[in-house]
Structure formats: structure tokens, C-alpha cells
């Protein structure tokens, strides 16, 4: 395996996450519960950390969706997975692991929107701004990075390194 070049350590990830589960609590609330939805499979660890993180009533679930990446610019973005439970009504958080052109985003925001949540949120470990093609709404981010191919922590490469628990860089990728 290629060595990976760490530049968020888990100590810095785990602050950040401690961080932003107190602000999406006060957001929603005391004793309001929040029902976090995981976009699979980058998120699921950062899904498992925030969730832990989190006071008062929370509940999960997760959804996986094609990679915009391989679909053509006339293609949509297919639910691979659908959610198991209904989220009319209740205070949804989409859990992603990063924000890049922002194509899925957008698509799983118009998607969930449609199912009539009282509320919808979006909380992104990561966010690449200089990649962006499309504005999306992300109340929660992180991190802010430059526009590098990042590895750990529920990202991977090739299906590669999602253990790791801190966020890098594979050599050789850069
Ligand atoms: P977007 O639709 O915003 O362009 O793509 C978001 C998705 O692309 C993320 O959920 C993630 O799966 C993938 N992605 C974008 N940038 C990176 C990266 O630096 N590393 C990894 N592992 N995946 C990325």
C-alpha cells in the first residue's frame, strides 16, 4: 500500500466533529430529535462519530447514490440505496464526507426536499470550494481544503484506506 501523507489528524478531525455536533444541536434544538441521514459509503464514519458526539434524541439512516463522476452530463444521479424510513416531517441532517462540484449534493437535496422534512440541513466534513459547479446550501463544514484527492476517514481510493483515522494524501496522487 502507498504511503499516505496526513494533513488532519485525528485529534484535529475529532475536535472539529465534537464541534460541529454541539452546533447542529443548538440548531435544532434541546430535546428536538434529529434525524441524520449518511451519504454511503465516504460518510459512514464520520456519520458514527458525529452521531456519538451528539446530545439529546438522535436517530440515523443511509442512502447511496451513483458517483456523478462516471454519469454523463445528460445522465441523473441514481439512488443505489434508498432510506429504510420516512423522513416526512422530521429534522434531517444529510451527513456527507465531502462537497466537491457539489452535482450530488444538489441532487440529494432535491430528492429529499421532495419528501416534505420539516427541516433540511447538510453537514460535510470537507468542502473543496474551487471545485464547485453548482451553489448547494451546506449549513456545516469541517474542514475547507484545496482541491487535492483526499484519502482516510471513510474516503477512499479505489476502496483503499477508508480505515485510516486521519484524513491525507496519497503520495503519488498528487
Ligand atoms: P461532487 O458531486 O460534490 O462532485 O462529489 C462528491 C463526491 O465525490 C464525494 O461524496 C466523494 O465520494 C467524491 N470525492 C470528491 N472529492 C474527493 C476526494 O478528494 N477524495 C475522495 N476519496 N472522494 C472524493
Known amino acids: 500500500m502507498s504511503?499516505?501523507?496526513?494533513?488532519?489528524?485525528?485529534?484535529?478531525?475529532?475536535?472539529?466533529?465534537?464541534?460541529?455536533?454541539?452546533?447542529?444541536?443548538?440548531?435544532?434544538?434541546?430535546?428536538?430529535?434529529?434525524?441524520?441521514?449518511?451519504?454511503?459509503k465516504g460518510a459512514f464514519i464520520f456519520l458514527a462519530d458525529l452521531m456519538r458526539q451528539m446530545d439529546g434524541p438522535v436517530s440515523c439512516d443511509f442512502i447511496a447514490v451513483s458517483s456523478y463522476a462516471g454519469v454523463k452530463s445528460t445522465g441523473q444521479v441514481q439512488i443505489l440505496k434508498d432510506l429504510g424510513q420516512s423522513i416526512d416531517g422530521r429534522y434531517v441532517v444529510i451527513v456527507e464526507d465531502i462537497v466537491d462540484t457539489g452535482l450530488t449534493l444538489a441532487y440529494l437535496q432535491e430528492v429529499l426536499r421532495a419528501r416534505a422534512p420539516q427541516s433540511l440541513r447538510t453537514a460535510c466534513l470537507l468542502s473543496k470550494p474551487s471545485r464547485r459547479k453548482v451553489g448547494v446550501p451546506v449549513e456545516y463544514i469541517g474542514f475547507t481544503i484545496d482541491d487535492r484527492f483526499v484519502v482516510g476517514y471513510g474516503l477512499d481510493f479505489d476502496e483503499?484506506?477508508?480505515h485510516l483515522p486521519f484524513i491525507g494524501v496519497v503520495q503519488g496522487v498528487e
Not at 485525528?10 to 447542529?24: D, H, P
Open 3 to 40: 504511503h499516505v501523507r496526513a494533513f488532519l489528524s485525528q485529534a484535529e478531525i475529532g475536535a472539529r466533529v465534537t464541534a460541529l455536533a454541539a452546533e447542529i444541536r443548538q440548531d435544532a434544538g434541546p430535546g428536538v430529535p434529529v434525524h441524520l441521514v449518511g451519504v454511503l
Open 160 to 162: 483503499q484506506y477508508r
